[in-house]
Every structure is written in C-alpha cells, then in structure tokens.
C-alpha cells in the first residue's frame, strides 16, 4: 500500500530527528578525540556533499539553475555554516546537556518566526504539543551539573538562531526544485563558508586546526557528517515541503530523545525521570502529527499546504 504525502513527510521529519540525535553523539566523540571544532565541521559538510552528490548521479536528478536556488543555496551559508560552526564552538565550553536544552528552544523560535514571516496561525492544539515536548525534553537532558561559560553559551543561542531563520526562510523559498539538489547546493556553499572561516581563524591565530588522528577518527568524522548534514538535512527538506514550519518545528524536541537512545547504545544508563520525559516528548510528537494529518472540518488553524 503506497505511503501518502502527508505521512511520508512526517516520516521524513521524524526520520531527521533521528539522524541529529545520532549525529550529535558521533559529533561530540569526534570532539572528544581531539579534532578542532572548525577542521571537523570542514571535514562533515565535505563527507556530506560527497555523500549528496553520489546520491544524485545514482538517482539522476537534474540541478536546475533559477534565482531561488542560488538564494536557496546562500541560505546553507546559514545552515549549517553559520550555525554550526557557532554550534560546535559554542559545544567546546559547554556541557552537551547544556547545549542540548538551549537547542531545545529551537520549535519556539520556529513558531514565533513562522508566524512573523510566513503569516501561519499556529493551532493550539500544535503549541500545547511543543509545550509539552519541552518539559519533556527538560526532563531527559537536565544534570544539576549542566553548565557552561557565557561566550559558549552565546554562541549556542545564536546558532539555534540561525538554524531557525534556515528552517521558515526555505520553507518560504521551496517550490518545485528537488530537496536533494536543494541540500546539496546549500552544503557546498556552508562548506565553502567554512573553508574560508577555518582558514581566517588559522592564519590570525584565533583558533587552532588539529586534524584527526588516525584513520578510525577520519571515518568516525565522515560517518557522523553525512549522518548529521547530509541525511539529515535531505530528510528535513524533503518533509518541510509538505507541512507548515511551525509544524516542522515540533518534531525538533525528538532530536534529544534519539540522542539519548544512542547514548545508550554506547553505554549510557537513564534515570525513570529520563524515561518519562522521553515518553512526553514521543505522545507529544506524535500528537503534532496526528493534528496534521487528520485535521478537522473547517478551518484548520494552519494554511494548507501544497507540494511533495
């Protein structure tokens, strides 16, 4: 039985924040590992367009030249250049429960920003469902230790930003172009953007470039790259072309719950609090989609929303 529209871009979304969860686990090891926060966002957004590219010339799509992608493609020195070259800076003096609760804000900003730039009445039902999504989230990440200095801080908040402003900015610019050449114009010009940062932070000394190691810290590097940009942003793309922003935006909480899952697949034990909030943010999730898929008679509360 084929899979609808509206369900395989649900599927798509969820499947996006299964692939953040993971990749931000495969990030932070990488990290711990010694490679530098910048060298290794150069060396992911690479992995991930090698990645995208092959998909392309295996799947045939064409890449069509029009004033929309080339914007389309600016807004990837956005996201993930930009955000997550603040992103993973800002991870080096913070604790990732502290990086993973201010990204926890990101559906609030979607939603406001939804909102404000693509004029969408969010239903109630959508902002009880991300309410109830962050207390969960709250109750899977919170360590009384969760900490970190104000500058990483910062610039965890601005890349949550940015990633904000990506997300209802290429909602509003989609239209029939392919989302895989979507994310593959955007990734060459975030990985061009961070080239061109790495190489200004080494030459004026602001920051160092420590390659990996060995060869098993390369592939962990690629692996956790194409995991976190390349499929990620594939699948995030794919299903936003189908639902509201603010709709795309309360799926966002689940990002903590697969992280968590893949914590705990390396070893990683939770707590009965941890469990109930990832069960919250899971119903809640799961209500979101429901409201979107089986919307009632009348008006909605969302605009309709057209487009694979």
Known sequence: MP????????????????????????????LDRGVAPLTLLAVELAASALLLLLAMLLLRVRLNSSPAMVTLALLGVLNPGLAYALGLLGLVSI?????????ATEPILIMLLAVL???????LATTAAVATAL??????IYRPRASGDVMGVALTVAAVSACAFYAVLTRRLLLDDSSLAVV???????????????????????????????????????????????????????????????????????????????GHLLGDRLIERQWVGAVLVIVAAGAAAIRHLSPPSGDTGEPSVSGT
């Not at 730039?117 to 239903?123: F, G």
Request: net charge neutral; with cysteine; proline share 4%.
């Open 184 to 262: 593959l114009v955007q990734q060459v010009a975030a990985l061009c953007f961070a080239i061109v940062v790495a190489g200004i932070a080494s030459v004026i000394g602001a920051a160092d470039l420590d390659l990996p190691d060995d060869v098993a810290t390369w592939a962990l590097a690629a692996a956790s790259g194409m995991v976190y940009y390349g499929f990620a942003f594939w699948f995030f793309v794919g299903g936003l072309r189908g639902v509201p922003a603010s709709v795309a935006g309360s799926f966002l909480p689940l990002i903590p719950v697969f992280g968590l899952a893949a």
């Open 135 to 140: 207390v969960g989230v709250l109750l899977v």
């Open 3 to 30: 899979v609808s529209p509206s369900y395989r871009h649900v599927l798509l979304l969820v499947a996006a924040t299964a692939c953040w969860g993971c990749g931000t686990v495969l990030s932070k090891h990488v």
């Open 117 to 123: 730039v693509l004029r969408e009445r969010i239903a």
């Open 95 to 103: 604790t990732a429960s502290m990086s993973v609760l201010l990204w």
